[in-house]
């Protein structure tokens, strides 16, 4: 008797698990895990809307003709030659760091490449970040002139910062750890803080130094400037996509790493058609001879050996926009390989 009440236990309980699974199946089947919302539409539309900074030199910035160049900007590139074979089919979206978020969630772009710091915050509250393109940090500018050599020197002094960015954030904690006065002077416009920056209305002017050193080179003395010594914070700078599109999310990602794989592997712009000979099986999936990798994002197998082609690696890209040899001259640093000793990893592509 026993036996058998411990028996119709257990057959109930496999019963209860049966139904459970086959619920879950069925909600799963209702609902892809990997929806290609984005991906499709932008393929229907045949041109990748782009959010980017609305200029900043070495990152985004147009010239005269509307032509876009810079590292934000390669990227959106990269991402227009993975699905078109085509890094001008891109429609630039020139949006500010107040209004890029709203933006994005808007829907108005299918991706943010806009020097945008990832955090918590807002990774929860307004898309999925898909990587690091530019490691950075908050540093401060000032005239040679004011004789401040130390952001420590900075003790009430008047401040150029963006309102509703993590620079103004970053600044009240170094201000309040270092039992210093703040004294910010706000704006929400570069262009508006830089020409007050450089009328003398501030002291210094703050954010990524990365940015620093690109404002520099549109002053009216840029020798005449310099940017201090103190990195103040982390600013993981990366690109950005609707939260929700796994799919569209791989696209950019793996863009992203394709660069990097590219730059550590030896292939460039220059020998990418040669790679496809090369015996090394990384390289050969890096170029589409071997594997599926295109047909598992719903691209051409081709899609790394299209990006490199029409855009280059990330090294490339980095000497060509941002590099000791352009008039911003950052050294790689820790935007270096890691086999340099920098940060940049990007996973296989396998």
């Known amino acids: 008797m026993n036996w058998q009440n411990n028996n119709n236990k257990r057959t109930f309980v496999r019963v209860k698990y049966l139904s459970i699974v ?10 892809p895990l990997a929806s290609a919302a984005i991906l499709d539409d932008v393929k229907k539309r045949g041109v990748l809307r782009c959010g980017v900074n ?4 070495g990152f985004a910035n147009a010239n005269s003709l509307g032509q876009y160049s810079g590292l934000d900007v390669d990227l959106c590139q990269a991402v227009a030659s993975a699905i078109f074979n085509d890094p001008e089919a891109v429609e ?8 890029r978020f709203d933006a994005l969630i808007a829907g108005q772009f299918d991706m943010l490449s806009r ?29 040679k002139r004011s004789g401040i050599r130390s952001a420590l020197e900075l003790d009430n002094a008047p401040i150029c910062v963006k309102r509703d960015t993590t620079t103004e954030l970053n ?3 170094f201000f309040k750890v270092s039992n210093m006065r703040y004294r910010p002077v706000y704006f929400e416009d570069d262009a508006v803080l830089k020409a007050a920056y450089d009328e003398g209305k501030c002291v210094a002017m703050t954010t990524d130094r990365s940015g620093l050193a690109a404002q520099r080179t549109t002053l009216a003395e840029p020798a005449a400037h310099v940017v201090l010594p103190e990195v103040i914070s982390k600013e993981p700078l990366g690109p950005m996509v609707p939260a929700g599109e796994s799919a569209w999310a791989n696209v950019v990602r793996w863009s992203l790493n394709c660069m990097i794989n590219a730059e550590e592997m030896g292939v460039t712009s220059a020998n990418v058609a040669k790679a496809a000979d090369s ?35 990330y090294g490339e890209s980095y ?9 911003i001259g950052l ?12 940060l940049l990893y990007a996973p296989p592509i396998r």
């Not at 086959?22 to 609902?31: E, H, P, R």
């Not at 630039?92 to 209004?99: F, L, M």
């Not at 050294?331 to 920098?342: A, K, Q």
């Open 279 to 313: 015996s090394l099986p990384a390289v050969q999936r890096l170029v589409g001879v071997d594997g599926d990798s295109g047909e598992l994002m719903g691209l051409s197998n081709k899609w790394c050996a299209n990006i490199i082609s029409h855009v280059g690696n």
């Open 22 to 31: 086959a619920l879950v199946t069925a909600v799963l089947g209702a609902a």
């Open 54 to 57: 609305s200029g900043l030199v």
């Open 171 to 173: 600044a009240v904690d």
């Open 319 to 327: 000497d060509r926009n941002v590099g000791p040899d352009t008039p």
């Open 92 to 99: 630039y979206v020139p949006v500010t760091a107040t209004t």
């Open 331 to 342: 050294e790689r640093g820790v935007n270096g390989l890691w086999t340099n000793g920098g």
């Open 115 to 143: 020097n945008t710091t990832w955090t918590l915050s807002r990774n929860t509250s307004f898309g999925d970040f898909v990587g690091v393109n530019f490691y950075d940090g908050q540093g401060f500018m000032v005239s």
